[in-house]
Structures are given as structure tokens and as C-alpha cells.
């Protein structure tokens, strides 16, 4: 699948307002691609031109919340207890302002702040959000 342009301004202000900041952040777009990342993304190797879905198992996310975000053209968050990393992770899918397609995607490591509701019981209580990152 061929990764859609966007315009250089876009570029440019998405890296202004996210290269500093200290999570991985992606501009995606409807279909999943990847179009652009922030610094942390790129550090941690997430690869620009590709399905985000496919940084995890090939499929999309259970708690995936872009469509309803973009369908609603409001943020949407869920926080929750990622098994594979073993953290709680707070994560948001904020669609762009005048862009119907285009989302930004990040979650947040807030094990440190997380209340010990939020971590599964000793018989292993599954969880139900699985990041992309």
C-alpha cells in the first residue's frame, strides 16, 4: 500500500510541535500508514511507510480507537495494562483539525503514576489494550 504525501508544512509543524516530546508519536492516516514520526518513534525504530498495525501482530489493534476518533472528529483515549510490556499505558488517537483522514497516535508509559487497580490480578487478568508501539 503506497503512503500518502503530505504537504511539507504539515511535516514541518508536526516535527515542531512533537520531536521533543518524550513518547512516540505518529501522524497516521485513515487506512493505518504510517506517515510521519516523531524523534522517540524513530529512536525506538518505527519505520515510516507502513501500517501500524503491523508494528504489533499483523492485525488491528483490539483497543484501537482511530476510527471512532475520526468517524467523531474528537480525541479518544484508553488506558490500560499492556501484557506484553508489562506497564500501564495511557493512549490517545487525536484527529487533525480539517483533515477527515489524518490522526496522531501516542500512548504514554504512566506505570510509575498507575493505582494497583490497573495491573492484573495474580491469575492473570488479560488485558484489554494492545498498542501499536
Known amino acids: 500500500m503506497q503512503a500518502t504525501e503530505i504537504s511539507n508544512e ?3 509543524n508536526f516535527h515542531i510541535n512533537w520531536d521533543n516530546f518524550p513518547f512516540p ?21 518505527v519505520p515510516e511507510g507502513t501500517q501500524c498495525f503491523n508494528l504489533a501482530d499483523g492485525s488491528v489493534c483490539k483497543g484501537c480507537q482511530a476510527e471512532q476518533a475520526l ?18 499505558i495511557d493512549a490517545y488517537w487525536v484527529p487533525l483539525a480539517g483533515q477527515d483522514n489524518l490522526y496522531l497516535h501516542f500512548n504514554i508509559d504512566i506505570t510509575e503514576y498507575a493505582s494497583e487497580r490497573q495491573f492484573p490480578q495474580i491469575k492473570g487478568n488479560n488485558a484489554d489494550l494492545k498498542s501499536s508501539v
Open 10 to 12: 504539515l511535516r514541518q
Open 25 to 45: 508519536v505518529m501522524l497516521i492516516q485513515k487506512d493505518r500508514m504510517i506517515l510521519a514520526i516523531n524523534k522517540t518513534a524513530q529512536e525506538m525504530g
Open 71 to 88: 468517524k467523531e472528529q474528537s480525541t479518544k483515549r484508553k488506558v490500560g495494562y499492556h501484557a506484553p510490556l508489562k506497564k500501564v
